[in-house]
């Protein structure tokens, strides 16, 4: 089975430039999350889908950072402008949708770094 | 690859011994558990997890525990091997807001000598 795909694994912009992550689940995996891993940290979860609405968004920076996932599948997740304070891991993770918690598959990450 | 954790925490141990890494969690009402495994340039790897109703499980080659009274857990690698060098994350799960939302606590770099 193949695993959660993320891209680029690396991206290095200046601050105030846009960036965009790509991440594509396992398949079947109705649920897709972003988390934001800061160096020597846990991940922090940004955002979840189930399928393609939201569910929870508390901690995605609005004004900078924005996710996608129209057709309930692939999912986007956008910072502009970025700022230093970005740089980080950014995590994909994906997981079946049957009521009782289902365990979180992760990708291996883009790591950005904003200079 | 880039290192998860530089600043983290850091258990060493010998190839062989066992290692012991503790967790503190924040929330009372949490009732499942998990251990992470993060190897470098990859992202979390499920190990082991544990619901609030018990107090030990054990797979193969680890344990964890978990005190509900003091809000901690601990994960148990028996005869530390070279490919458990990783960082290790306590997560639990928290349901309060009708869907459930993994929160991870703060790693540890666990390092095995030769």
Same mark, same amino acid.
């Given at each position: 089975?193949?695993? #959660?795909?993320?891209?680029?694994?690396?991206?290095?912009?200046?601050?105030?430039?846009?960036?965009?992550?790509?991440?594509?689940?396992?398949?079947?995996?109705?649920?897709?999350?972003?988390?934001?891993?800061?160096?020597?940290?846990?991940?922090?979860?940004?955002?979840?889908?189930?399928?393609?609405?939201?569910v929870?968004?508390?901690?995605?920076?609005?004004?900078?950072?924005?996710?996608?996932?129209?057709?309930?599948?692939?999912?986007?997740?956008?910072?502009?402008?970025?700022?230093?304070?970005?740089?980080?891991?950014?995590?994909?993770?994906?997981?079946?949708? /049957?009521?009782?918690?289902?365990?979180?598959?992760?990708?291996?990450?883009?790591? @950005?770094? #904003?200079? | 690859?880039?290192?998860?954790? @530089?600043?983290?925490?850091?258990?060493?141990?010998q190839?062989?011994?066992?290692? $012991?890494?503790?967790?503190?969690?924040?929330?009372?009402?949490?009732?499942?558990?998990?251990?992470?495994?993060?190897?470098?340039g990859?992202?979390?790897?499920?190990? $082991?997890?544990?619901?609030?109703?018990?107090?030990? /499980?054990?797979?193969?080659? #680890?344990?964890?525990?978990?005190?509900?009274?003091?809000k901690?857990?601990?994960?148990?690698?028996?005869?530390?091997?070279?490919?458990?060098?990783? #960082?290790y994350?306590c997560?639990? $799960?928290?349901?309060?807001?009708?869907?459930?939302?993994?929160i991870?606590?703060?790693?540890? /770099?666990?390092?095995?000598?030769?």
């Amino acid at each position: 089975e193949a695993g #959660v795909a993320q891209s680029p694994r690396y991206k290095i912009i200046e601050k105030r430039q846009s960036v965009a992550f790509w991440c594509n689940p396992i398949s079947g995996h109705a649920t897709l999350y972003w988390y934001q891993q800061i160096l020597g940290q846990g991940p922090k979860l940004l955002i979840q889908f189930q399928n393609n609405g939201v569910v929870d968004d508390s901690q995605l920076p609005k004004d900078r950072f924005s996710a996608e996932r129209l057709k309930g599948v692939d999912s986007t997740l956008k910072i502009q402008p970025a700022k230093l304070e970005d740089s980080a891991v950014y995590l994909c993770a994906s997981s079946l949708d /049957r009521g009782n918690y289902n365990e979180q598959f992760f990708g291996p990450g883009t790591r @950005l770094t #904003v200079l | 690859g880039e290192s998860v954790g @530089l600043h983290l925490p850091t258990l060493s141990v010998q190839e062989g011994d066992n290692s $012991i890494i503790n967790c503190a969690y924040s929330n009372s009402a949490s009732d499942y558990f998990i251990w992470y495994k993060q190897e470098s340039g990859k992202g979390p790897q499920f190990i $082991i997890d544990i619901r609030s109703n018990m107090d030990k /499980r054990q797979g193969q080659r #680890v344990t964890v525990l978990l005190n509900k009274t003091v809000k901690h857990l601990s994960l148990q690698i028996a005869a530390t091997q070279p490919g458990d060098s990783a #960082v290790y994350f306590c997560a639990e $799960i928290n349901s309060s807001g009708g869907y459930n939302k993994l929160i991870f606590g703060a790693g540890t /770099r666990l390092a095995v000598h030769p």
